[in-house]
Structures are given as C-alpha cells and as structure tokens.
C-alpha cells in the first residue's frame, strides 16, 4: 500500500510525537508541579495561606490557559528560537509544549492536591509537620493516585497539542497528517497516523489509570 | 500535682462574613498533669475550638495557653511544632494517612520528629502490640474496621511520648461496644503510661467512664467544673442539669403537695436508705422520680419524693435525711 519511504516517514513521525509527548509533559511537570502545590499551599483555606501571591499566580496561569495553543506557538517563536536555536522541528516544540501546558498541569495538579482530607492535614500539623513536610509526606503521596489520572490527562492533551504543532513545521504524526493528509489530499496516510494518534492516546490513557488504581490504598 | 495546661481569659472568635461570632469567651481553666479531664457539652458549645486551641490547631483571638507554663503564642514555628510533639491529638474520623500502611502510619509521627528509622519501626510494633494491632502492620486503614481505625490513632498519637492526649470526640464514630473498648484503652493508658487525656465529648457515659475531672461547657463559656462525681451529683447550673439529666423528666404535675430532692453522691445509695427510712419516721412518701447512675463504681444520682402536706413529717424526713449527709432540698415548683 505504501512505500517504504513513507512507512519509514511514519515510523520516525510517530517516535517524534513520543518523545516530544514525554520530554514536554516532563519539562511541563517540573514546572506545573511546583505551581500547583504552590496554588494549594497558600490558598486562603491552605496550610500557608498568601493571598496576594495565590491570586496573581492564578491570573497568570488563567491568562496563559486562554490563549489559543496555536496563537501561543507562534507569538513564543522568538523566545523558543533564543532557547533551542531555532523555531522548527521536534526540540523546537517542546518549548511551545510546556509553556502551554505546565499552566494547564498546575491546575491539574491544584485540584488533585486539593482532594486531600482536610481532617488528615489537620492531624499531621496537630503532630508539627512543617509546610513542607506536610507537601512530600502528606499532600502528594495521599494524592497520588489523583495525580497519576491527572498525569494520563496531562500527557493526552500534551499529545493532542504536539499534532497540532505541525502547522509549523514541528514534526511528528500531527505534522506529517497535516502536510499529506491536509495539504495534499492523502487521505490514506492522514488515517494511519491518525490511527496512530488515537492508538497512543488510548494506550497512555488505559496505563495511566491501571497505575493510578494500582497506587490506591483506599479500595477495601 | 502540677498543671501541663492553663488557660486564661481564652477568647475565640470567627469572622463570618462581616460578623464576628464567639465560639469561645472568657475560659479559664487548669488541666493537672496525669489527670482525665473532660469537656462535654451541646453541639456547637465550642468544645471542638477549644480542644484546638489547646495544640494552636485554631489560634485565640484573646488571652493565653499554657504549656507547662510556656505561652504557646510566644513560640515560633519551630517551636510550636516541636511542643505539638508533645501534645498529640486523635480526631472522630481517625484522620488516618489512606495511602500508608498501619504501620507506616504510626511511623509518621517519628519521621516528623526525625527518630531514626530502625528506631522507628520497632518503636511502632511496640505501640501496634499496645493497641493490639500487631497483626494489622501491613494492612491500610481502608481494610480496618473504625474501632480498629481509632486504635491505629492512639498507636500513632502515643509515638512520640506525649505528655499529653487530646481526643476531640474520639468515641463518637463508634458503636457502644467498641467505644467502650477504646475508652478502656485510654484509661489504660492514662494510667500505665500517665499522659494526661482531655477528652471532648457530648456523651454523658464517655466522661462517667473515665474521667477525673469535668468542665461543662455552655454558650461559649465554661458553665461548671469540678470532679465528676460532685458536678454529676449536684449539677447547679441549667446546663449541668440539662446535660445530667436528659431525659430528667420535669413534666410531670404533682399537685399542690411538696416534694423534696435528694442527691446521692456515692457514700449511701446503697444503703436502702429510703426504706429504712419510711420504717424510722413512718410517714408515706411517694416515689416520683429516681435516677441514680455508677459513676467510677460508686452510685450517684437523684430521687424526688413527694411528702404529705404535714409539716412535722416534712420535718422528720427532711432531718433524718440530713442526718445521713445526703443532699436535700425542697422542690417548690417540680414542674
Ligand atoms: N472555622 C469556623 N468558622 C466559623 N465558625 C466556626 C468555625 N469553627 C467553628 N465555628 C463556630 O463556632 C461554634 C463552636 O463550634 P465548635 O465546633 O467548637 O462546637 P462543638 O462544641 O465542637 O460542637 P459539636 O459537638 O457539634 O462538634 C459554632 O457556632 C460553630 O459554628
Ligand atoms: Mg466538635
């Protein structure tokens, strides 16, 4: 059905989307994480509360939620091309990747974090838990399996993105869906990478719940 | 003995929107050291801000908590935290950590306080065995029963060698049987141990079980306090009264004739005293209300007898009743 040239095309196409999939939702994490457990922490019912910076963080991670991905990958090539160079291909993407997506992974975060007993973080502090012994000893690992749902959704809507960089040239399925199933009407290889597409978004989305079950202590 | 806990001029209020209510106003209050102590009171009375203002859970709008002598507001954080290591809490709905083991639970405490890990687990097993959970160490709370689920709480609050237990309704997540349990633990533990308890509670037959000493707990203030013997005895205020005698029964009409109410304090209720009594002055009476309770093995409560119109009767009851040190007063108006 299709030459080699082109399985070769969409071999290559589908290890770029993982690895700009996954190389982004790590970078995305690093920062994302961070945001949320600051989100909650200082919160004005959370265990530091600070008013003034919960709410400008909130604005920020609004403002950056709203804008379009597409507009944000563009108007951000000046910046992504100072970070790795240049404004094409997969490394390109990333850049577009986590800055689009880490607010959207603090939010997941947020509401994870947020899904913890207040009665437990009360007993920890009643027991002189620091801030931040109450976050990596209380509030994450008692949301753990939330956060591991949170992290299958964070990665199929990074995934989702990732095609959409192709308008740009960033490579991977979305890309080579775009230029030959888009571009130049063939359908037959705009199905196989969608196929793809979903085949992994399936994939990622089924393990992450496995996982996320696997980490719940609360079952009986 | 010495006081671990003094309160003085505790004050408590919320803004609730642009209002402020007192849940707490004006308590005093010396906790000794080695002593069950209890608050009871009606819901919303503000036992459970008061509890948590004991460990700075909840911080007071005015006056001062003392730990051994030490003013809590004048710790900084670090230094709450570690007086929180000494004061520790278990809650009504266990609060335990779903996602550690039982063990691992009971370890928290000891990480927060850096104890070294070996130290820790063996620490742990140890508590487990008190509680008599040891075969529950790998289990997750989620597979434990609530009783079992308190139990694990103790292990974890006795962690770190508190001098001190505060239960803010401890008991009342569980059946009869299983409280009991657990309140004859905490006794166990008040006395092998000797960490003070301060139990809150709105149950009558948690504070009769085991407590040494009882605040009631009304309006935001503290109504009454005193051993529980005496305040169960002869409760003086209304809500004393109310929280004493529930289901005390005042509705009844007894017509014009007087009655009188005598109040047992534990020395003579189990002497028949109301037979011998009758047999001495011989003067009927009429039984219209007896409620006499056990409170730390000895019987307590109170009877209503209603007497003729005589006034010489009156008079033999009222002095043969005296003369057997009980607590005897004329009820005008029993209605
Ligand atoms: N965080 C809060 N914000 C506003 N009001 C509060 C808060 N916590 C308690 N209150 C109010 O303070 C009063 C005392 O509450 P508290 O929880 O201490 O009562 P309680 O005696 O423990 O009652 P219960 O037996 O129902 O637990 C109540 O009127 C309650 O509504
Ligand atoms: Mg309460």
């Known amino acids: 059905m299709f030459d080699k040239i082109i399985i070769n095309m969409i071999v290559e196409g589908f290890w770029d989307s993982i690895y700009m999939t996954l190389v982004s939702t790590v970078f995305a994490y690093l920062i994302g994480l961070p945001l949320g457990i600051i989100l909650v922490v200082t919160d004005k019912d959370g265990v530091k509360p600070m008013v003034w910076l919960n709410r400008g963080l909130g604005v920020i991670i609004n403002i950056l939620r709203s804008v379009p991905f597409l507009i944000l990958l563009i108007t951000i090539i000046p910046f992504t ?62 949301s753990l399996p939330s956060l591991v749902v949170g992290a299958a959704l964070a990665v199929t809507t990074i995934l989702s993105y ?40 399936q994939v990622l989305q089924e393990a992450g719940m496995k996982l996320a079950k696997v980490c719940d202590k609360r079952r009986r | 003995m010495s006081t671990i806990i003094r309160l003085e001029h505790l004050k408590k209020d919320y803004a609730v929107g642009k209002d402020a209510i007192t849940a707490l106003n004006d308590i005093n209050l010396e906790i000794e050291a080695g002593e069950v102590f209890g608050i009871i009171g009606a819901s919303g009375a503000g036992k459970s801000t008061l509890v948590r203002c004991l460990n700075f859970l909840e911080k007071p709008t005015e006056g001062h908590v003392y730990f051994e002598d030490r003013d809590l507001a004048k710790l900084n954080t670090k230094e709450l935290n570690v007086a929180r290591q000494s004061i520790s809490m278990i809650f009504q709905q266990f609060n335990l950590l779903m996602q550690r083991s039982v063990l691992r639970n009971v370890m928290f405490p000891m990480e927060i306080a850096r104890v070294p890990k070996e130290e820790r687990k063996k620490r742990a097993m140890e508590l487990l065995e ?69 139990i809150i509670t709105h149950e ?23 051993p529980v013997k005496e305040i169960f005895a002869r409760p003086s205020t209304e809500a004393g009264r109310k929280l004493v005698y529930p289901d005390g029964d005042r509705n009844i009409h007894f017509g014009s004739r007087r009655c009188i109410r005598i109040v047992f304090d534990g020395r003579s209720s189990f002497e028949p005293v109301i037979a011998n009594m009758i047999l001495d002055c011989k003067v009927p009476v009429n039984i219209i209300y007896a409620n006499t309770k056990n409170i730390n093995g000895t019987a307590t409560g109170e009877m209503v007898l209603q007497l003729s119109d005589d006034e010489k009767d009156y008079e033999k009851v009222f002095a043969y009743l005296k003369a057997r040190n009980l607590t005897v007063e004329e009820v005008r108006n029993y209605v």
């Not at chain 1, 790795?84 to 959207?104: C, D, E, N, R, Y």
């Not at chain 1, 947020?110 to 931040?132: H, N, P, R, Y």
């Not at chain 2, 009558?204 to 005193?226: L, P, Q, T, W, Y």
């Open chain 1, 81 to 142: 091309r100072w970070v790795t160079g240049t404004s094409i291909g997969t490394t390109a993407t990333i850049v577009p990747l986590v800055v689009a997506a880490a607010p959207f992974i603090a939010r997941v975060v947020e509401s994870s974090l947020k899904e913890v007993d207040k009665g437990v973080i009360e007993a920890a502090q009643s027991m002189g838990t620091s801030t931040f012994q109450l976050i990596y000893k209380v509030l994450l690992p008692e």
């Open chain 2, 130 to 198: 008190l509680v008599g959970l040891s075969d529950k160490a790998k289990v997750y709370p989620a597979q434990l029963s609530g009783g079992q689920k308190q139990r694990v709480a103790i292990a974890r609050a006795l962690a770190n060698n508190p001098k001190v237990l505060l239960c803010d309704e401890a008991t009342s997540a569980l059946d009869p049987t299983t409280t009991r349990e657990v309140l004859e633990l905490l006794k166990n533990i008040n006395q092998k141990l000797g960490i003070t308890i301060v």
């Open chain 2, 204 to 226: 009558m037959m948690v504070i009769e079980s085991i407590c040494n000493r009882v605040a009631i707990i009304a309006d935001s203030r503290i109504a009454e306090i005193g």
């Open chain 1, 162 to 201: 990732s095609a959409l960089a192709g308008f740009t040239g960033g490579g991977g399925l979305g890309d080579i869906a775009i230029r030959y199933g888009y571009n130049r009407y063939q359908t037959d290889i705009m199905l196989v990478t969608v196929a793809l597409l979903v085949v992994i978004v």
